[in-house]
């Protein structure tokens, strides 16, 4: 078929301390905030580095242990949490993904952070990389 040409959006990564590493990323990197809200549970900050996007996700408020990103730094501490990639049509890239017999998250595009459709794919089926798709 057609190529489906992807970009990298950006990639998650999960941290107890967002504040630090904007400071860091900006240092090293010359990165700025672009974006913030609060999303899900959680303080989503996004760095614009060249024309890609870091997203530093951080537990806000409450503490609940069964949020997926308080789940992944009690087993694993921060790091790189997932990478997401644009894409025109998020159903067309699930349903390449489940012909491809990738097991999505999401059976079913969902809101995500700054407004996009998102939907999420198994790391089981993706080599431990969680996945997301991001529309436009």
Same mark, same amino acid.
Do not use: Q, W
């Given at each position: 078929?057609?190529?489906?040409?992807?970009?990298?959006?950006?990639?998650?990564?999960?941290?107890?301390?967002?504040?630090?590493?904007?400071?860091?990323?900006?240092?090293?990197?010359?990165?700025?905030?672009?974006?913030?809200?609060?999303?899900?549970?959680?303080?989503?900050?996004?760095?614009?580095?060249? #024309?890609?996007?870091?997203?530093?996700?951080?537990?806000?408020?409450?503490?609940?242990?069964?949020?997926?990103?308080?789940?992944?730094?009690?087993?694993? #501490? #921060?790091?790189?949490?997932?990478?997401?990639?644009?894409?025109?049509?998020?159903?067309?890239?699930?349903?390449?993904?489940?012909?491809?017999?990738?097991?999505?998250?999401?059976?079913?595009?969902?809101?995500?952070?700054?407004?996009?459709?998102?939907?999420?794919?198994?790391?089981?089926?993706?080599?431990?990389?969680?996945?997301?798709?991001? #529309?436009?």
């Amino acid at each position: 078929g057609p190529r489906v040409g992807m970009d990298v959006h950006h990639a998650g990564i999960a941290t107890e301390d967002t504040a630090a590493l904007v400071t860091t990323f900006g240092d090293l990197l010359d990165a700025p905030v672009v974006h913030e809200e609060t999303f899900d549970g959680l303080s989503v900050t996004f760095l614009e580095v060249g #024309g890609t996007l870091l997203e530093l996700l951080e537990p806000a408020g409450e503490e609940d242990a069964n949020d997926p990103i308080s789940r992944y730094l009690a087993e694993r #501490g #921060g790091g790189v949490h997932h990478l997401a990639f644009e894409t025109e049509d998020v159903a067309a890239a699930l349903d390449r993904a489940r012909d491809l017999g990738i097991e999505p998250i999401d059976d079913e595009p969902r809101p995500g952070a700054m407004g996009h459709e998102v939907a999420f794919l198994h790391p089981a089926s993706t080599g431990g990389v969680l996945v997301e798709f991001v #529309g436009h």
